[in-house]
């Protein structure tokens, strides 16, 4: 567990603990539509079968990370880059979880086409 100790994804007092793995998602960013691997559905505690909307799940993301992820995600288009940040959401049974969140950029002719990357709870690393 040494290189998961490493990478800050599982506690130094807690080595024998592994930490959630990581779930991929994707946007379109031509209509903002979302896909998700299952554990991005469980970070959120959504299920599968309900469909995804944009809005609807940046509506669940804090005031604060709302703001840090609009910051990053326009810079992220603009210049075809990437980003990673922690982001606090409220799912709909009203528990509190800390995602971490990947995003890169795949372009098409020049500009930014999809956003996609990793997202992996953390929530285990927030609390005291």
Same mark, same amino acid.
């Given at each position: 567990m040494g290189w998961a100790n490493g990478l800050g994804v599982v506690p130094d007092c807690t080595p024998a603990v592994l930490a959630p793995m990581p779930a991929a998602w994707e946007c379109d960013l031509s209509d903002d539509s979302l896909r998700w691997t299952p554990g991005v559905f469980e970070i959120f505690g959504l299920s599968p079968d309900e469909p995804l909307r944009? #809005? #609807?799940?940046? !509506?669940?993301y804090t005031p604060e990370s709302q703001a840090e992820l609009k910051r990053l995600? $326009?810079? !992220? /288009?603009?210049?075809?880059?990437?980003?990673?940040? $922690?982001?606090? /959401?409220?799912r709909p049974d009203g528990e509190a979880r800390w995602m971490r969140v990947t995003a890169d950029v795949e372009v098409r002719d020049g500009k930014a086409a999809y956003l996609y990357g990793l997202k992996q709870d953390i929530t285990h690393l927030k609390r005291d």
């Open positions: 944009r #809005d #609807d799940t940046v !509506a669940m995600r $326009d810079e !992220a /288009i603009a210049t075809c880059g990437s980003f990673t940040f $922690d982001a606090q /959401i409220r």
